[in-house]
């Protein structure tokens, strides 16, 4: 992209991992929170309708870590290549205006 273009395209692996990561540990963070001190049931309740296997339990948790990452990383994976996707179609940085050819998504 040349030198002086200021505008940087994500790794949309990379953003979809992280996000599955964060999402997937706050799951299983509030199904272990609700099942020891009943703090966020009424959250964890509302995702038990939506996640099959997960609920207020040691086991629930680990099913919402899994249903987190899945969901998480399938969102940040979309997110990562929609930012991009719109990077290259924006003409606001001149560099990018010029050097278009460079900034198509491989």
């Known amino acids: 992209?040349?030198?002086?273009?200021?505008?940087?395209?994500?790794?949309?692996?990379?953003?979809?991992?992280?996000?599955?990561?964060?999402?997937?540990?706050?799951?299983?963070?509030?199904?272990?929170?609700?099942?020891?001190?009943?703090?966020?049931?009424?959250?964890?309740?509302?995702?038990?309708?939506?996640?099959?296997?997960?609920g207020p339990s040691l086991k629930g948790g680990f099913v919402g870590l899994a249903w987190g990452f899945l969901e998480g990383y399938i969102l940040g994976v979309v997110w990562a290549w929609v930012y991009n996707m719109c990077l290259c179609c924006c003409r606001c940085c001149p560099c990018c205006a010029k050097n278009e050819a460079e900034c198509k998504i491989k």
């Open 1 to 54: 992209m040349g030198g002086k273009c200021k505008s940087m395209r994500l790794s949309v692996l990379a953003f979809g991992v992280s996000l599955g990561i964060i999402t997937g540990v706050s799951m299983m963070l509030f199904a272990w929170s609700a099942w020891l001190w009943s703090y966020g049931m009424t959250m964890v309740e509302q995702w038990t309708s939506v996640y099959p296997g997960f």
